[in-house]
């Protein structure tokens, strides 16, 4: 289990909940959050979330990502200072109150 404020990611079974709820994400927009997650608190390019989240290697120009993140951004409740924009760089999860491998309730 994975925390990220008041979200809780539970990788056995693919699903993020925020205070008991289920957040119902597609399979790509958890990818993208997980991906984010794991690298929190560092800039993830759009190329570098196409080859997570999308598995696409070669070097593209798409809005694909920035609309999945404004997807994100509304579904998890994610304002611009937890997941910020890097202007021509990519996005960056804050590391503030990031995930912890084991929590404690």
Known sequence: MKYYKNLSIDESDFSVQRQGCRIHLTTTEYQLFITL??????????N?????AWNITVPIQTRTVDVHIAKL??????GPDDL??????????????????NHSA
């Open 37 to 46: 997650l794991d690298h929190s608190g560092h800039i993830c390019s759009r």
């Open 84 to 101: 910020k924009t890097v202007t021509r760089q990519g996005y960056a999860l804050s590391t503030q109150e990031s995930y912890r491998a």
């Open 73 to 78: 951004r509304k579904k998890m409740d994610l």
């Open 48 to 52: 570098f979330l196409l080859a997570s």
